[in-house]
């Protein structure tokens, strides 16, 4: 599953055709993986689309990839690939095997738009939960426990390239005292997993993993500061939230982009409101969002 040069280039062609402003590259590189998806997947037979997502664009939430993924679904459920009943109701799930085919699709995808990402987003979003990464190996997990997290977007846009260049200069200048903040990182992540997965038999089994995530998140944090990450925005919203006795810790690339605030149990819905309206107040978005939902799903309606 691959876009040769040929068909690459014709897909270009069509998008130029368009005159897509130079600023909105990210829908170019969107709609080029659509087209492809699209003729690889149901050859060229005409048709109406229709995209519409409420998640920010270019945050580090893998909203790409999880476009992918909703492409690649809704075109293999409409293709002859994947036999699914368009007459039943609510929201239908694919079997083991067709997940796998989808994520592949979405993977290629997701190629044409970052030219070699990780594999990790798409798969997240193909198959919910969590996801383990190292050393290229992917392994889901499975939360034993419901989380909720607080999702702020400073939309302050990061340079990837550039602070992945700038960590690596600081590895260089002190390898040794970053190759201890990396294995800690290593650590936090192994221990946060097992957390994750232990059951929790009891609210008090469950308050008590939350605490133990909540020192995980700020160790981590702490280390991302040290590797040069972080952004003025990033700790606007780590002191706001610790304000209400809430940790929180920066996603993706860092140097802007978004911050996961971890929502606990018991935490009152009045306490929430406030930290959002004050956030909000600083000109962020904020969303909540639960972990380790499900994954691909599809619903056929009544017109299709």
């Known amino acids: 599953m691959s876009c040769s040069s040929e068909t690459f280039n014709l897909i270009l062609a069509m998008i130029e055709e368009q005159n897509i402003p130079e600023a909105k590259t990210s829908l170019a590189s969107g709609v080029s993986a659509f087209l492809w998806l699209y003729t690889s997947i149901l050859g060229f037979k005409p048709a109406t689309v229709v995209v519409t997502s409420d998640l920010p664009l270019g945050a580090g939430l893998g909203s790409s990839a999880a476009l ?11 293709s002859d690939t994947v036999n699914m009943d368009k007459k039943q109701e609510g929201w239908l799930v694919f079997g083991e095997s067709e997940l796998e085919l989808l994520n592949k699709w979405a993977f290629a995808g997701e190629k044409i738009i970052h030219g070699k990402p990780s594999g990790i987003d798409n798969t997240v979003s193909t198959y919910g939960n969590m996801i383990k990464f190292r050393s290229g190996n992917l392994t889901r997990i499975k939360s034993s426990m419901p989380l909720k997290m607080l999702i702020t977007n400073t939309k302050v846009g990061r340079n990837t390239k550039a602070l992945v260049a700038g960590v690596s200069e600081r590895t260089l200048r002190h390898s040794e005292a970053m190759s201890f903040v990396f294995d800690a990182v290593d650590l936090i992540s192994k221990e946060l997993a097992n957390v994750i997965q232990t059951p929790a038999p009891d609210d008090q089994s469950i308050i008590a993993k939350e605490e133990k995530l909540e020192e995980l998140m700020e160790m981590n944090q702490g280390l991302l500061q040290c590797m040069g990450v972080s952004h003025a925005s990033i700790e606007t919203v780590l002191r706001t939230t610790l304000k209400y006795k809430l940790v929180s810790k920066l996603t993706g ?18 306490i929430v409101d406030k930290v959002i309206a004050e956030l ?4 962020f978005q904020c969303l909540i969002a639960g972990i380790g939902g499900n994954g691909a799903e599809i619903c056929f309606s009544a017109s299709s």
């Open 68 to 78: 992918c993924v909703a492409f690649s679904a809704a075109l293999l459920a409409c």
């Open 253 to 270: 690339a860092g140097g802007g982009g978004c911050v996961l605030t971890l929502l606990p149990t018991l935490l009152s819905g009045t």
């Open 280 to 283: 909000e107040s600083c000109g």
